[in-house]
């Protein structure tokens, strides 16, 4: 069995962070690096008001983390924002290993969990995007070779040989997504006057889990990150009601822009659903926080106004950790007041008919306004 290779996480604490808030974010980073089969053996955070646009961190930190990496013999550095190709130079210089930031791990681990061939479409498409600006990087190598003022060196021809190889690329997937997306809008047009339902939410909430749970069937679903990059569709029949189920890729902080409008198009279950289950684990710490970012996700995607359902899912641990609170009081808490929420766990099996008594409502209500 190969050794997992040992990783050391650097993040920045900015002027609009706390530190437990860029301690969660390194949390978050460790548990992305896990997934894409890495150990941190190390993490360092400094505080900047930005970071800094030659090496993220400053002098005084980088020899810091330089010193460790060397004595600890760590394989990678993972950064937890996106790099610029300068950054990434430098970093390499310094650092003597390899470099990744957030949107790199991310994209390996989509790379690894794609299924179908929208979704491996979309990660080629991410990834093509995000090394089109990166490609200098890549052929600094050459840079002795290159003549005086004025004058072009081989190198700077092979770029521009790549960089029109991947815009070329680049086109043919955005043609192919297309493509699928009529496909998928077929397919969907070809389900009929069946109401859907999808489930939305941070990444690792439970959502595969809870589908296996209403659906009787197995879907894909681990402790990681990312468990399910494809959205997968299942009939399910609640009291003689038939409702088409779909779980669709969990959503994450700072995730780079180019990969969410890559994905966009795994999110067209939401778009063309009748009702949102937005699940959420109660449990995190940072669970407002993730319902904040789903939220204003579901927001940008003009589905807000959907008649939706808030499960907070894994009551059974928050109970655990906050002793002096039982399952009603959470009814009366905060988190049910001015909304429809429902709080259940999927791994005990409590709270599901509640759950499943409050979709039939939602269900209901859909049919009504057919």
Known sequence: M???????????ISQHQTKEQAEEYLDELAFLAETAGAETIGRFLQKLERPDSRSYIGKGKLDEVANFVKHAEADLVVFDDELSPAQIRNLEHSLSC??????NLILDIFAARAQTAQARTQVELAQNQYLLPRLTRMWTHLQKQKGGIGMKGPGEKEIETDRRA???RIALLKEKLKTIDKQNQTQRKGRGAIPRVALVGYTNVGKSSLMNLLSKAEVFAENKLFATVDSTVRKVVLDQNAFLLSDTVGFIRKIPTHLIESFKSTLDEVREADVLLHVVDIS???FEEQLVVVEETLRDLKVLDKPSLLVFNKMDLFLKNNPEMNASDLQKSWMAKDRDAVFISVLKKEGIEELRTKLKLLLNYVASKR
């Open 2 to 12: 190969k050794d997992k290779e040992k990783a050391v996480l650097v993040g920045v």
């Open 284 to 286: 995190h710490p940072g």
């Open 98 to 103: 390899k470099i990744l930031d957030r949107s």
């Open 166 to 168: 991947i815009r070329n």
